[in-house]
């Protein structure tokens, strides 16, 4: 483990620099959460709390940067192979093969190694879901206080990202398939773990149901439950991204560890206090790898699902391959599984240096990442000339903004006539609810809507500012106004 640790701290190291070379500001969903970090809550429009959280005393411990923000993902990603280990280490106490390659599998990973360059809520769910499913492992050998431990973990992956909640169905699985396990429902350690997971996610319940229960009509909108239809051709290019994400060799040996699991187990293991309960390992990961992987998969062919949905999948799909694998006589597959997925995420990292140093003209995608502090310190600058606050009609705007634009971001407000609630900042950050509509404004908007703002202010006068947002192709002009004391919408 400890020479683990020492690899894990120097990929986590590695994926800093590589980062810091990119030359990346933050995607608007990260400013989005960073901006939330400033007035910690129990919910937010579109996620539950913990990101927002987690993100304040990252800032709160190396300061109001790009680099602090995503701090606590680099952390996360890195930890998340070392519970891996641990696992395999539980299941397999005599194969500590088993434990390193699934470390391995899960630390090169392309849906690892590029997400651990961002802040995203699938770094603390992967994490959270990992130390549940290693609780539980030792809850059920060991009792005691390791159901409080899967309690306090799967409290705080609901409150990370609401599919935490599969890890119960998961749960269910097991105990449908090893009625050996029943039993344990008849002592107090599951009904424990239970109590805590509610009494933590209770005041998320609380805020929702106190604002409208804006994240879940959210959820539900982002995975277009309404919008039947997508069929099998959705359901197919989620699972052509499930073999880039995770390598198609280890996505192949996972399915066969799953078949595996499936059937009956021939290394068991031992757990339980008292009677020995015959627990095969396989079986049991299975459990915890298949019903996220298919309840996306439906997602996928019903409306649409994004590659990361199915993350904590691979947790258990990592220890699967490797048994998979290791347990074949081609002892080769393990080195290709382990070194595909690494080469692509080095491609996938060098991607735009490499593109120079043969002379080929590409997309850039991350030119949309580049510019926002440069904007949002211009945009301060011009606000604070005039003493103005800050007034913006779009998401990725206020998003960006909101961080960027230092303390002329952080009292920014939403211009929302419509009175719609398609995020955050138009549900608590309405230009409507200013208490003091005296003063200057300074307006921002990639369209025109000089005529609404005519109606709205006492006056109003357009800028040459020759501001530009940040985009893949060419950056976008932004249109800017000064106004002068807010009269409320038309």
Same mark, same amino acid.
């Given at each position: 483990?400890?020479?683990?640790?020492?690899?894990?701290?120097?990929?986590?190291?590695?994926?800093?620099?590589?980062?810091?070379?990119?030359?990346?500001?933050?995607?608007?969903? %990260?400013?989005?959460?960073?901006?939330?970090?400033?007035?910690?809550? /129990? @919910?937010?429009?579109?996620?539950?709390?913990?990101?927002?959280?987690?993100?304040?005393?990252?800032?709160?411990?190396?300061?109001?940067?790009?680099?602090?923000?995503?701090?606590?993902?680099?952390?996360?990603?890195?930890?998340?192979?070392?519970?891996?280990?641990?696992?395999?280490?539980?299941?397999?106490?005599?194969?500590?093969?088993?434990?390193?390659?699934?470390?391995?599998?899960?630390?090169?990973?392309?849906?690892?190694?590029?997400?651990?360059?961002?802040?995203?809520? &699938?770094?603390?769910?992967?994490?959270? /879901?990992?130390?549940?499913?290693?609780?539980? =492992?030792?809850?059920?050998?060991?009792?005691?206080?390791? /159901?409080?431990?899967?309690?306090?973990?799967?409290?705080?992956?609901?409150?990370?990202?609401?599919?935490?909640?599969?890890?119960?169905?998961?749960?269910?699985?097991?105990?449908?398939?090893?009625?050996?396990?029943r039993p344990v429902l008849l002592t107090p350690g599951p009904w424990m773990a239970m109590f805590i997971a509610c009494v933590m996610f209770a005041?998320?319940? /609380?805020?929702?149901?106190?604002?409208?229960?804006?994240?879940?009509?959210?959820?539900?909108?982002?995975?277009?439950? #309404?919008?039947?239809?997508?069929?099998?051709?959705?359901?197919? %290019?989620?699972?052509?991204?499930?073999?880039? =994400?995770?390598?198609?060799?280890?996505?192949?040996?996972?399915?066969?560890? =799953?078949?595996?699991?499936?059937?009956? #187990?021939?290394?068991?293991?031992?757990?339980?206090?008292?009677?020995?309960?015959?627990?095969?390992?396989?079986?049991?990961?299975?459990?915890?790898?298949? !019903?996220?992987? =298919? +309840? +996306?998969?439906?997602?996928?062919?019903?409306?649409?699902?994004?590659?990361?949905?199915?993350? !904590?999948?691979?947790?258990?799909?990592?220890?699967?391959?490797?048994?998979?694998?290791?347990?074949?006589?081609?002892?080769?597959?393990?080195?290709?599984?382990?070194?595909?997925?690494?080469?692509?995420?080095?491609?996938?990292?060098?991607?735009?240096?490499?593109?120079?140093?043969?002379?080929?003209?590409?997309?850039?995608?991350? &030119?949309?990442?580049?510019?926002?502090a440069a904007l949002g310190s211009r945009v301060e600058e011009l606000a604070l000339r005039d003493k103005a606050t800050l007034v913006v009609d779009?998401?990725?705007?206020?998003?960006?903004?909101?961080?960027?634009?230092?303390?002329?971001?952080?009292?920014?407000?939403?211009?929302?006539?419509?009175?719609?609630?398609?995020?955050?900042?138009?549900?608590?950050?309405?230009?409507? &609810?200013?208490?003091?509509?005296?003063?200057?404004?300074?307006?921002?908007?990639?369209?025109?809507?000089?005529?609404?703002?005519?109606?709205?202010?006492?006056?109003? %006068?357009?800028?040459?500012?020759?501001?530009?947002?940040?985009?893949?192709? %060419?950056?976008?002009?932004?249109?800017?106004?000064? @106004?002068?004391?807010?009269?409320?919408?038309?």
């Amino acid at each position: 483990m400890a020479l683990l640790a020492v690899l894990m701290i120097a990929l986590v190291l590695l994926r800093l620099i590589v980062r810091g070379s990119l030359g990346i500001d933050l995607h608007y969903d %990260e400013a989005q959460y960073a901006v939330w970090s400033f007035l910690p809550d /129990w @919910g937010y429009y579109s996620k539950p709390p913990l990101i927002a959280w987690v993100i304040g005393a990252s800032r709160a411990f190396c300061g109001d940067t790009t680099f602090c923000v995503r701090l606590p993902s680099a952390i996360a990603f890195g930890l998340t192979p070392l519970l891996i280990f641990a696992i395999g280490r539980e299941l397999w106490p005599y194969r500590p093969s088993v434990a390193w390659v699934a470390a391995g599998l899960f630390a090169l990973s392309p849906l690892t190694n590029f997400y651990a360059l961002f802040m995203t809520t &699938d770094s603390l769910l992967l994490l959270c /879901w990992s130390v549940a499913l290693l609780a539980l =492992v030792r809850a059920l050998r060991d009792g005691g206080s390791w /159901w409080a431990l899967l309690g306090v973990a799967l409290g705080l992956g609901l409150l990370a990202k609401y599919t935490m909640g599969i890890f119960a169905v998961s749960a269910m699985m097991a105990l449908a398939l090893m009625p050996q396990l029943r039993p344990v429902l008849l002592t107090p350690g599951p009904w424990m773990a239970m109590f805590i997971a509610c009494v933590m996610f209770a005041p998320n319940i /609380w805020w929702n149901a106190s604002h409208g229960f804006p994240t879940w009509h959210h959820t539900a909108e982002i995975s277009q439950a #309404e919008r039947a239809g997508a069929g099998i051709g959705g359901l197919f %290019e989620f699972i052509a991204a499930q073999l880039v =994400v995770f390598g198609p060799l280890a996505l192949a040996a996972a399915a066969y560890g =799953v078949r595996r699991g499936l059937a009956p #187990e021939r290394l068991p293991v031992d757990i339980g206090p008292g009677p020995i309960l015959r627990l095969p390992p396989m079986r049991l990961l299975a459990c915890f790898a298949l !019903p996220f992987f =298919v +309840i +996306i998969c439906l997602q996928a062919g019903m409306s649409r699902a994004f590659a990361n949905w199915a993350a !904590p999948t691979y947790v258990a799909g990592s220890l699967l391959a490797a048994a998979a694998l290791l347990g074949t006589r081609l002892h080769w597959l393990v080195g290709l599984a382990l070194v595909l997925p690494g080469l692509t995420s080095a491609v996938a990292y060098g991607h735009e240096s490499l593109a120079r140093a043969i002379g080929w003209q590409i997309e850039r995608p991350l &030119d949309g990442l580049r510019g926002w502090a440069a904007l949002g310190s211009r945009v301060e600058e011009l606000a604070l000339r005039d003493k103005a606050t800050l007034v913006v009609d779009d998401r990725k705007l206020a998003s960006e903004l909101g961080f960027y634009a230092g303390e002329t971001g952080r009292r920014l407000r939403a211009w929302n006539p419509g009175g719609r609630l398609h995020d955050h900042f138009q549900m608590t950050r309405n230009l409507r &609810d200013l208490q003091t509509r005296e003063g200057a404004f300074l307006i921002v908007s990639r369209r025109d809507i000089s005529a609404g703002l005519s109606a709205a202010f006492a006056s109003i %006068e357009p800028l040459e500012a020759s501001l530009q947002m940040p985009a893949e192709g %060419e950056p976008q002009a932004l249109r800017v106004w000064r @106004g002068r004391d807010f009269l409320g919408y038309p």
